[in-house]
C-alpha cells in the first residue's frame, strides 16, 4: 500500500473535564477552539478539553506506520488511541506527531486527545506572553491529519533560492519509521505552479541497502532557465514535487510552493531581488484576533482570509504585515505566497518563556516547517523585549538551519515610536520603545517604525482602553465616534508621511487586525465578518501610493495674503520612470478648490524628489486643507497630500488701558514690540507705576528671581485689584523648584522627564469654550501651533500652586495638567499661563528651519485675551461668613499637592506617586449635611478606601478597581472636612487620576 494522507479536519466531539468521559455531548470543528463547541459549555471554567473522533482503518502490513500530525494545538495534549496512550507534547505553534501503529486496530478506532489551559503547562514551555490578550482559548486551531508511510517519511524540506545561479538549492532530510534496511530512491519533479510546466526532474538512490539508524540527506541544485521572481507585483510559484520509495512502495509525498526571491539588507536598506525595498503595511495581530468573541471561524475561512490579508490591503497599498505575536493558522501563508503579501513572522515573546533547550526546539521546528513561504522575509523572535541567550546564542543557530533570511533584534531592530498621540507630537530624545527622529534618521541598520498611532477604536468607533488614555488630550472631553474617526484617519496620514518623507525601510502603523473590543482593537467598522474598512484606511492608500507624496508643512497658522514657502516630497517606488502633473490648491471645508499652482515632474525608479514651492495665500480667512496632487499626464488622480490650515486675520487687541498701566518684568523684548505694535501702554519700571498696576506680566522664569520684597509689593497690588500673570514660569527649570510668588502664595515646579507616556502638548482644551480667554479662538486654533517641533505649547513640567486654583484649560493624559489656572485673592487674582506664546509673536519673522518657532496669529489672540481678561476686574473673593453657598475651599494630599475645585466638585490633575497610604483632605466652607458623594475615574484606586467626615468613619467601602464612576448616598453626615484613605501599592500609579463630586 503505497503512502496516504487523510485529513482529520471536521467535525469532532468534546467535552471539557479533568478525566476522559465516558460521554462526549458537544461538537466542535477542527481546527477552531473549545469556545465554538456546539451546544457549548463555559470553557473558563476548565483546565482540560477531550476530543473525540473515530475513523476506520484496514488492517495494516507490520511495515506500515500511520502517523498523526496535529499542525497546532494550544495547550499541550495528550493523545490516546483505543484506551492506549500514545504520547503527549507541548508546542503550540508547530506540529506535533505521534506514531498510532501500535495501538491501531482493524476497522473502527477511537481516538481521543486531551488538551490544556495555557496555565498546564510546564515551566519549560515557550509558549510565551502577550500582556494584550483578552483571553487564551485552549483547542485544536490547526488542522489535523493521518500520514499512511511505509519505511521512513520525509522529514525536512529546505528550499533555497540562489539568483545569482539562476535556481534554488534543495537540501532533503529523512527519517526512519522501522529499523530494517530497504533500499531508498527519491524522486523529484519542479513544475510552475499555475501551469504545471515542468522545469526538470530527477531520482537519488541508493547503491546499497541502508540500514536507517539516523537521519541520512540529500542535496542537489536546480537551475531555472528564464526564472520568474517572486514579487508582491508578480508572485510566480514554482513547486516541488517528491516522491520517497522503500523498494518499490511509495513510503511518502511531499510538494512545497516556493518562490525565487532573495530579500536582505545592503547599505542600510532592505532589498528584495537586488532592489531596494520600502516596506509599507502593518500588523495583524493573530492570536488577539483568536480572543475576539465575534470572530467565529472566520481565522479558517480561506474567503475571509483572502480578503483580509490580500483584497483589502493591496486595494490600499498595503503588502508587507507583521504577524504579531505568534505564528498564524497555516492557510494564511499559503494565500501571503500565492498573491503576494510580504511577511515578518514574530514568535509570542512579549518577554520569553521557557528554557534555552525548549526555545532551541520550537524555533526550529518553526523554521523548517515555514521555511519554504517565499512570503516570510524575516523571523522575528521577540517584541519590545530583550533576551542575550536568544540573541547571541539561539539565533546564530537557527541561521544554520535558514541562511537566507534576515532576524530582528539581531541584524536590525525596529522601532515603536508611539509619538503625536500617547507622546509629544515630535521628540528630539528616546521615547518609549523607540530612538529618537535624528537618531532613527542616522541609523546605520534599516529602520522599521513597526508600531505608531495609539489610537484604537472598536466596530462602533469607540475608543479602547488604551486610547481612552489619550482622547481627552487631543479632543476634550466631549467627542463623537465620528470625531474619533477622523482623527485616526488624520494622525495615520501625518505619521506615515512623515516617516515616508524621512526615508524609512518600513513603516507600518498599528494595529490592522486584532481584536475589536481589545486594548489595540482593528480597522473595521461594524461586524467583522463584512470587513468595512474605517476612514484612516483611505487615507494610507494615499500615504502608500507606490507613486505618491507628501506636503512637509507644520506650520498651521497663516495671515491673509502671507506669502509661503514648503517643500514637496516626490516618491516613486516603482520599478518605471513616470510622469506626472503636481496641482497645488486650497480646498475649504466646505469642498471649495483654489487652485495655487501646477507643474509638471518626471521621476525615475525609486526617486525621492524634494521640490521648494513658493506661493501667496489668499487675502481672506480661510479654514481648510492645502492639497497637493498628482495627476497622470491628461488623465486622473493618483494621489494626494493635505494639511490642515487656517488663515487667520493678525490680530488688533483694541484695549485701552490708560487708567490701568501695564508692569512688563521679562528679560525678552518679544512680548515688549508686540505691546508696543498693539499700543498698549506699559513700563518696565516699578518706580514709574503710580497707583495700582492692572496687570503685572511676569514672563518665563522672572519670578524664580523675586526678592520678599518683590513679593509683599506683587501682594499689595493684587489685594487692591491688580491681576498678576505669570506667563509660562517653568521657563528654563529643570528638576524641582519652589518658587515664592506672594507671602503665602508659591509654586512647586516639577519637570517631567515622561520617558513612556506624556511629553510636552501640543494641544490645549479649555474648560469652557465661551470664556474670554478664547474669544476668536476656535478649537482648532489650540492644536499644535506654529514650530518647535511640531507645535509645543505646554513643556513637560508639574507647576503646583499651594493655594486653590480653577483651571481655565487643560492637557495632557486625561487632561491632568492645567495649562492657564486661575487664583482669585482679595480684590486681585494670579493667572498662570503655561501656553507658549514665546518665539511666536514676531510678525516679521522668517519660515527659518523647518522645526523652528515661527509667528503664529493664534498666539498673538491669546496673549491679547490674556490681557484684556487681566484688565477686567475680577469679581470679589467669596467672603465664607456672608455667603451661605455649601462649597469646597481646600483639598491637600498626602505629598501637599493643592487639587482644583470647583464648587462641588474636586478635580485631580495629577499622577498620585509613592507608595503606602494616601490621605486626601478637604476644607468646606462650614459644616454642612452631606448625604453622598460621587467619586470618578477609579481605575487604579484599591478597594480599601475609608471615608471620614469629621468625627463620622465610613469605613471600607467596596470599589472594583476597573469601575469609572461610583456613587455612594448615606444618611446626612454633618462636616466640615471630609477625609479620603487609600492604599497605593505602585511608586508611579500615572493613571490614578479620580474626581470627587460632594452631593448635598
Same mark, same amino acid.
Given at each position: ?98 506514531? /498510532?501503529?501500535?495501538? +491501531?486496530?482493524?476497522? @473502527?478506532? %477511537?481516538?481521543? !486527545?486531551?488538551? #490544556? *489551559? ?67 530512491? /527519491?524522486?523529484?519533479? +519542479?513544475?510552475?505552479? @499555475?501551469? %504545471?510546466?515542468? !522545469?526538470?526532474? #530527477? *531520482? ?67 532589498? /528584495? ?728
Amino acid at each position: 500500500m503505497d503512502y496516504k494522507r487523510t485529513s482529520l479536519s471536521g467535525e469532532w466531539l468534546i467535552e471539557p473535564g479533568p478525566r476522559k468521559p465516558a460521554t462526549y455531548r458537544n461538537k466542535i470543528m477542527v481546527p477552531g477552539l473549545v469556545d465554538m463547541a456546539k451546544p457549548g459549555f463555559k470553557w473558563q471554567d476548565h483546565q482540560y478539553f477531550w476530543y473525540r473522533h473515530d475513523f476506520e482503518m484496514e488492517a495494516l502490513a507490520a511495515s506500515k506506520q500511520l502517523l498523526l500530525q496535529l499542525e497546532q494545538v494550544q495547550f499541550g495534549t495528550l493523545v490516546y488511541l483505543n484506551e492506549e496512550l500514545i504520547g503527549g507534547n507541548i508546542p503550540c505553534y508547530t506540529s506535533q506527531f505521534f506514531n /498510532l501503529s501500535p495501538a +491501531l486496530h482493524k476497522g @473502527k478506532n %477511537r481516538l481521543e !486527545i486531551r488538551v #490544556g *489551559s495555557k496555565n498546564t503547562l510546564p515551566a519549560h514551555s515557550a509558549v510565551g506572553n502577550d500582556f494584550e490578550k483578552l483571553s487564551f482559548i485552549p483547542g485544536i486551531w490547526g488542522d489535523a491529519w493521518l500520514h499512511l508511510h511505509d519505511f521512513a517519511r520525509i522529514d525536512w524540506l529546505r528550499i533555497l533560492p540562489d539568483l545569482s545561479r539562476h535556481g534554488a538549492e534543495f537540501h532533503v532530510e529523512f527519517e526512519p519509521l522501522t529499523d530494517k534496511a530497504r533500499p531508498l530512491l /527519491l524522486d523529484y519533479r +519542479l513544475v510552475e505552479k @499555475k501551469s %504545471r510546466r515542468v !522545469i526538470a526532474s #530527477g *531520482s537519488f538512490g541508493l547503491e546499497k541497502p541502508v540500514i536507517m539508524e539516523k537521519k541520512i540527506s540529500a542535496d542537489w541544485f536546480v537551475a531555472i532557465e528564464n526564472a520568474e521572481l517572486w514579487t508582491p507585483e508578480n508572485p510566480f510559484l514554482y513547486e516541488i514535487e517528491l516522491t520517497l520509495k522503500a523498494g518499490e512502495v511509495i513510503s511518502d509525498r511531499r510538494s512545497r510552493a516556493f518562490g525565487l526571491r532573495e530579500f536582505g539588507i545592503r547599505d542600510g536598506h532592505f532589498y /528584495l531581488n537586488g532592489v531596494r525595498r520600502r516596506l509599507f503595511g502593518s500588523n495583524i495581530a493573530f492570536h488577539r484576533l483568536l480572543s475576539d468573541p465575534e470572530r467565529q471561524y472566520l481565522p479558517w475561512d480561506p474567503d475571509w482570509i483572502k480578503k483580509v490579508l490580500v483584497d483589502i490591503p493591496k486595494a490600499h497599498n498595503m503588502f508587507f504585515f507583521r504577524f504579531h505575536l505568534g505564528h498564524a493558522y497555516n492557510k494564511w501563508y499559503d494565500i501571503a505566497d500565492e498573491y503576494g503579501i510580504m511577511l515578518q513572522d514574530e514568535w509570542m515573546f512579549w518577554t520569553p518563556t521557557g528554557t534555552p533547550k525548549q526555545i532551541s526546539k520550537v524555533f526550529a521546528d518553526w523554521i523548517k516547517e515555514n521555511g519554504h513561504h517565499p512570503s516570510i522575509v524575516m523571523w522575528d523572535p521577540l517584541n519590545e523585549s530583550k533576551d542575550e541567550v536568544i540573541t547571541n546564542e539561539i539565533i546564530p543557530k537557527m541561521k544554520l538551519i535558514d541562511p537566507s533570511r534576515i532576524w530582528e533584534t539581531a541584524d536590525f531592530s525596529e522601532d515603536h515610536p508611539y509619538i503625536y498621540s500617547l507622546g509629544p507630537v515630535l521628540h528630539e530624545a528616546k521615547f518609549g520603545y523607540t530612538r529618537s527622529i535624528p537618531d532613527l534618521q542616522n541609523s546605520p541598520t534599516p529602520v522599521m517604525v513597526n508600531e505608531y498611532l495609539w489610537w484604537w477604536l472598536d466596530g462602533q468607533g469607540r475608543p479602547s482602553e488604551l486610547t481612552r488614555w489619550v482622547v481627552e488630550r487631543w479632543l476634550g472631553r466631549k467627542v463623537t465616534a465620528e470625531q474619533l474617526l477622523e482623527h485616526q484617519a488624520f494622525l495615520a496620514a501625518e505619521l506615515t508621511e512623515l516617516f515616508r518623507r524621512l526615508d524609512f525601510d518600513a513603516i507600518m502603523p498599528f494595529v490592522y487586525l486584532s481584536a475589536g473590543p481589545g486594548a489595540t482593537s482593528h480597522w473595521f467598522r461594524g461586524a467583522l465578518s463584512d470587513l468595512q474598512p474605517k476612514p484612516l484606511l483611505q487615507e494610507l492608500k494615499q500615504a502608500f501610493s507606490p507613486v505618491g507624496l507628501s506636503i512637509e508643512l507644520w506650520n498651521r497658522h497663516f495671515t491673509p495674503g502671507q506669502h509661503t514657502e514648503t517643500t514637496i516630497y516626490f516618491f516613486n517606488d516603482t520599478l518605471n520612470s513616470v510622469s506626472v502633473n503636481c496641482r497645488l490648491s486650497l480646498v475649504a471645508d466646505k469642498k471649495k478648490e483654489t487652485e495655487l499652482m501646477r507643474f509638471d515632474l518626471s521621476l525615475a525608479p525609486g526617486q525621492i524628489l524634494k521640490q521648494s514651492v513658493a506661493f501667496d495665500l489668499p487675502a481672506k480667512t480661510l479654514d481648510g486643507w492645502l492639497t497637493a496632487a498628482l495627476f497622470e499626464a491628461g488623465g486622473g488622480e493618483i494621489s494626494h497630500s493635505r494639511k490642515k490650515i487656517q488663515i487667520i486675520n493678525p490680530p488688533s487687541w483694541a484695549i485701552k488701558n490708560e487708567t490701568k498701566p501695564l508692569l512688563l518684568w521679562d528679560e525678552s523684548d518679544e512680548i515688549e514690540h508686540c505691546l508696543r505694535r498693539q499700543n498698549l501702554i506699559f513700563t518696565r519700571n516699578t518706580g514709574e507705576v503710580t497707583g495700582v498696576p492692572g496687570v503685572i506680566l511676569l514672563n518665563g522664569a522672572v519670578c524664580a528671581r523675586l526678592t520678599p520684597d518683590d513679593q509683599n509689593l506683587l501682594n499689595n497690588w493684587v489685594e487692591q485689584g491688580s491681576t498678576l500673570i505669570l506667563q509660562e514660569p517653568e521657563l528654563g527649570l529643570t528638576g524641582q523648584h519652589l518658587l515664592p510668588v506672594l507671602p503665602d502664595l508659591n509654586l512647586w515646579v516639577q519637570y517631567r522627564p515622561d520617558p513612556e507616556r506624556g511629553g510636552y502638548d501640543s494641544a490645549v482644551i479649555p474648560e469652557s469654550q465661551a470664556h474670554p480667554l478664547w474669544e476668536n479662538l476656535a478649537p482648532k486654533s489650540l492644536f499644535i501651533w506654529n514650530g518647535a517641533w511640531g507645535g509645543e505649547m505646554i513643556s513637560k513640567h508639574h507647576v503646583r500652586p499651594n493655594q486653590p486654583f480653577r483651571t481655565l484649560a487643560s492637557c495632557n493624559l486625561f487632561l491632568r495638567v492645567p495649562a492657564v489656572l486661575e487664583i482669585p485673592r482679595g480684590r486681585g487674582r494670579v493667572l498662570i499661563s503655561r501656553l507658549q506664546v514665546r518665539g511666536r509673536l514676531n510678525r516679521a519673522q522668517d519660515n527659518g528651519a523647518l522645526y523652528e518657532r515661527v509667528y503664529d496669529p493664534a498666539a498673538e489672540i491669546y496673549l491679547g485675551n490674556l490681557l484684556r481678561y487681566s484688565l477686567q476686574q475680577p469679581e470679589p473673593a467669596t467672603d465664607p461668613e456672608a455667603d451661605n453657598a455649601y462649597k469646597m475651599v481646600r483639598a491637600l494630599s498626602s505629598d501637599g499637592t493643592v487639587y482644583d475645585i470647583e464648587q462641588l466638585k474636586l478635580y485631580a490633575r495629577w499622577p498620585v506617586y509613592g507608595q503606602g497610604r494616601q490621605r486626601l483632605e478637604i476644607e468646606l466652607y462650614k459644616k454642612t449635611a452631606i448625604r453622598g458623594l460621587i467619586l470618578d475615574k477609579l481605575k487604579t484606586i484599591p478597594k480599601d478606601c475609608v471615608f471620614t467626615f469629621d468625627e463620622n468613619r465610613l469605613e471600607n467601602f467596596q470599589i472594583a478597581e476597573e469601575t469609572s464612576r461610583v456613587r455612594f448616598e448615606f444618611d446626612p453626615v454633618y462636616c466640615s472636612r471630609f477625609v479620603m484613605e487609600y492604599t497605593v501599592s505602585s511608586s508611579a500609579v500615572d493613571s490614578c487620576l479620580w474626581e470627587v463630586e460632594l452631593v448635598e
